[in-house]
């Protein structure tokens, strides 16, 4: 049974930083996609970053530059960093693994960037 945990999140200040945590319970780690999605306030859920197996990255435009997206395949884990916090980036962040057609979501963390 794959688990996904997200952790980290919390309250920062506009221009602070934040990294997210996804520890994964999973066989063959290294062989999953990591994807983070965010859904903000009243708004639907979005693709923030992406990260192949291969690693090969893609990044949400307005994130690009300030948020960077890895993994580090021997403890089954994935990161966010989130630098220069804007408060349109409050949202509940969520961790994805996907493999094949197979799909895994965390229960999300919430960020707020607010003074």
């Known amino acids: 049974q794959v688990q996904v945990v997200e952790s980290g999140g919390g309250l920062v200040q506009p221009g602070g930083s934040l990294t997210l945590t996804c520890r994964v319970s999973a066989n063959n780690f290294s062989m999953y996609d990591i994807h983070w999605h965010r859904r903000p306030p009243g708004k639907l859920r979005e693709s923030v970053a992406y990260?192949?197996?291969?690693?090969?990255?893609n990044y949400l435009r307005s994130v690009k530059g300030r948020f960077t997206i890895s993994r580090d395949n021997d403890k089954n884990m994935a990161y966010l960093q989130m630098n220069s916090l804007k408060p349109e980036d409050t949202a509940d962040y969520f961790c994805?693994?996907?493999?094949?057609?197979?799909?895994?979501w965390g229960q999300g963390t919430p960020v707020t960037v607010s003074s």
């Open positions: 990260l192949s197996s291969g690693g090969s990255t």
């Open positions: 994805k693994l996907s493999g094949g057609y197979e799909v895994w």
